[in-house]
């Protein structure tokens, strides 16, 4: 019988981790932004195309809109994720060797770490540039411990599966007495 030695669990964040890999992070959630605004116009399009120019007046086409305003509230959580960079965050919530890589890479790119981020404050606080190590770490604690990732993953799991029904409902509903505007008229 062999004894095995814990290892610690690698931080969340490590020194490997660069500024390349931040910035690739900011691209990529800003592109998921730019996503979802992108869905939420499609579902207001289609929206209008069936309402006003097919003129069809089915409640069935109110899954669109509330679709479409589903899509805007996963900008929420994109902006949530974005607010606070993982250095920052590892920087106030990782282990210690974590602490330390993260507080060194701070300190090299100081200037667009802090510019990417959005940290409510009140209107006597320093900008967060002037800020040291610890009133940097007490500014972070206050933004909260709420895993914003996870959540969005979750949120982007539940999206999918929505939109996948809302697209198949409408496509395949064949109301059985469409109201036209011709209609109405007649």
Known sequence: MTSQATTPRPPA??????IEAVRRDHKRLLLLERLLLLTSLAFLGWLCLEVFI???RDTIYLLLSIYGSFS???????W??????APLLTLAHGSAPAREASWRLVNEHRDELLAMTHLPGSINEPALGTLGRGALVERIERHGTTNWSRALRVFLAVWL???TAVVIAVLLHTPESVVTMRSIRS
């Open 54 to 56: 097919r003129e069809r």
């Open 161 to 163: 599966i929505g939109l």
């Open 80 to 85: 949530k994720v974005r607010a606070v960079p």
């Open 13 to 18: 964040f490590t020194a490997a981790t660069s």
């Open 72 to 78: 805007g509230i996963g900008r929420f959580f994109v």
